[in-house]
């Protein structure tokens, strides 16, 4: 069940606020009892200012003596009955509780709730008379009953207040008193009259606030529970939606801890109210409401089978939740934008292989020294390696490569006693030093003229040192050397290159929305029953197509996914 902070309402002179007008405070003072007595403390900045920089203190005049401390007075003008005093220290109270509740906490003021009970308890006797016309008598002890009202609303912010609060048998009597109040009014035998309905509406308000409140302490609520059933009959008939969603987070709070062996006040709800609170569940836009309505929803159901069999035995409420909570699994949560995927064009850029260099390539001069050094047909096995590799479809015409051999090293021989091998003990050798060359006479088809090549070897875009050269004709035999090339050359020729497509991002975290949908799902996935059965089995499509956008589901449904 989430919980629920009521914000402390205040205008800034200190009257009470209509709903609309509830702000947070923005800051959070920290003041000690001295300075509620005057003592002023050095300036400093931030959120430790004293009560001088606030309207609520008033400053005393320079060399004054100092009277008794601001509590103090407060309590004593609420005691002295004077309507002047009155009216002052609820205002000084509101504020405090605005802005330094913690000094005011009931705890370690055990008599502040006996002062000011009696300015609530008063109204008794004039609410009844709301129906008419009032004196203003009447409208001034409302109107301090109400102000006092959205006191004790504010400093039940604090747990420790809410606990006294809740113990308190004529605050509660009171609180009852006018919900039963709101019942009569909207009835159709007793209308409120007309001018007093804001003013009664602004009381409700603050008590229903006070309910929320209080309402875990006084639960489990019994069958015949009189805050469980007004809050009902309010709710029924009311169409404001802050009363709807406090009223469902009393109703929850009030069904905490049932036990399913013993009879509770959920057992006395009828369809027509189910139906209003799983309506709910459509208004898309409304989080808070939609989280009342599913936190209620689940206490309802979890003490026992009969409750979930009573909740989906009526077809419009069956039909809602299958349709609406596969929605609420995702609501607010961020899924893949598969819609990208659709506006991209794909296409597959082919990779074409790399053309062969026409031309041995040019050798660094180290190694071309290190090459002349060697003895034919040495030299010319060497430099093939080093300047040539095996490639399965190439082919190299007889006249170019030994042209280029020839004009590597004729200068060089010249100059020395060097002999170079002849043409055609060169050609002869390729086969030896590069094994799967041979040496072929081809018909140009064009020309239908004779060519005589070397197929099976093309230029190296690097030469290679004449050990490296060796090294990779010595790794593999001949046949497997070309089966591998023809391998590598059919795989770089078919190869293709795809653009980037764009990201799918899979959210990580769950709103708390999505949180209330699968604990509620989980909860009634656990029960056996006929019609469960095909609830889940209605439910399942749609529910698994969004637990694959939403990886963390997997882990909050586990029970749903593996029942049956």
């Known amino acids: 069940m989430s919980s629920h902070s009521v914000t402390p309402v205040i205008t800034t002179d200190g009257e009470t606020a209509s709903p609309s007008l509830r702000t947070l405070p923005s800051t959070q003072l920290n003041i000690t009892r001295d ?4 003592v002023t403390a050095k300036p400093v900045s931030g959120l430790q200012q004293t009560l001088g920089s606030l309207p609520i203190f008033n400053h005393l005049p320079v060399n004054s003596k100092i009277g008794v401390d601001d509590l103090t007075r407060m309590k004593m003008a609420l005691l002295s009955g004077i309507d002047e005093e009155v009216k002052f220290a609820l205002k000084r109270y509101l504020r405090y509780s605005v802005n330094a509740s913690y000094v005011i906490k009931l705890n370690e003021n055990l008599d502040l709730l006996p002062i000011i009970m009696p300015l609530i308890t008063r109204c008794r006797e004039y609410i009844p008379q709301l129906v008419g016309p009032i004196s203003s008598q009447a409208f001034e002890t409302l109107q ?10 504010n400093l039940a912010q604090d747990s420790e207040n809410t606990a006294i609060l809740a113990t308190d048998n004529e605050l ?4 009852l008193f006018v919900l039963q109040w709101a019942n009569n009014f909207n009835s159709k035998d007793s209308a409120i009259y007309q001018s007093h309905a804001s003013y009664f509406s602004e009381l409700l308000i603050y008590t229903l606030d006070l309910m929320e409140a209080i309402s875990s302490y006084i639960a489990p609520a019994k069958k015949d529970d009189l805050y469980f059933q007004n809050l009902c009959l309010i709710f029924r008939d009311t169409k404001d939606r802050y009363c709807v969603i406090s009223i469902l987070r009393s109703l929850s709070r009030l069904l905490v801890r049932s036990k399913s062996d013993q009879q509770s006040a959920a057992d006395n709800l009828d369809d027509n109210l189910l139906n209003k609170i799983v309506h709910n569940l459509l208004v898309e836009e409304d989080e808070e409401l939609i989280m009342a309505s599913l936190d209620f929803l689940h206490q309802y159901t979890l003490p026992g089978s009969e409750r979930i069999k009573t909740l989906l035995s009526h077809k419009e409420r069956y039909d809602i939740l299958v349709a609406t909570l596969p929605i609420l699994l995702t609501y607010r949560v961020p899924t893949p934008d598969y819609g990208s995927l659709s506006k991209t064009n794909i296409r597959l850029l082919q990779r074409v292989k790399p053309q062969p260099p026409a031309h041995a390539p040019e050798l660094p001069m180290p190694l071309l020294k290190e090459l002349f050094e060697l003895n034919e047909p040495m030299r010319a096995t060497s430099w093939l390696r080093c300047c040539f590799e095996r490639s399965l479809n190439a082919e190299v015409t007889q006249i170019l490569l030994w042209k280029t051999y020839e004009q590597t090293f004729s200068e060089q021989v010249k100059l020395t006693d060097r002999k170079l091998i002849t043409a055609v003990d060169f050609i002869k050798n390729v086969s030896n030093a590069l094994p799967g060359a041979s040496a072929l006479v081809v018909v140009d088809e064009a020309t239908a003229k004779k060519k005589f090549v070397i197929r099976g070897i093309q230029p190296r875009r690097n030469a290679l040192s004449i050990a490296e050269g060796n090294k990779d004709i010595d790794q593999s035999s001949p046949i497997q050397h070309e089966t591998l090339d023809e391998v590598v ?15 799918i991002a899979f959210p990580e975290t769950l709103s708390d929305v999505s949180k209330a ?3 509620f799902l989980s909860l009634v996935s656990n029960d056996t029953s006929e019609i469960v059965v095909q609830f889940i089995r ?3 499509p749609l529910t698994l197509h969004q637990i694959a956008d939403v990886p963390p589901l997997n882990k909050v449904l586990s029970e749903f996914i593996h029942s049956s």
């Open 517 to 519: 949908s699968a604990s």
């Open 35 to 38: 300075q509620t007595n005057g």
């Open 172 to 175: 509660k009597s009171f609180v």
């Open 489 to 503: 050359n059919d795989n770089i020729s078919s190869e293709a290159i795809q653009i980037s497509l764009p990201d």
């Open 144 to 153: 301090k009953g109400s102000t006092t009202m959205l006191l004790l609303r």
């Open 538 to 540: 209605d439910m399942k």
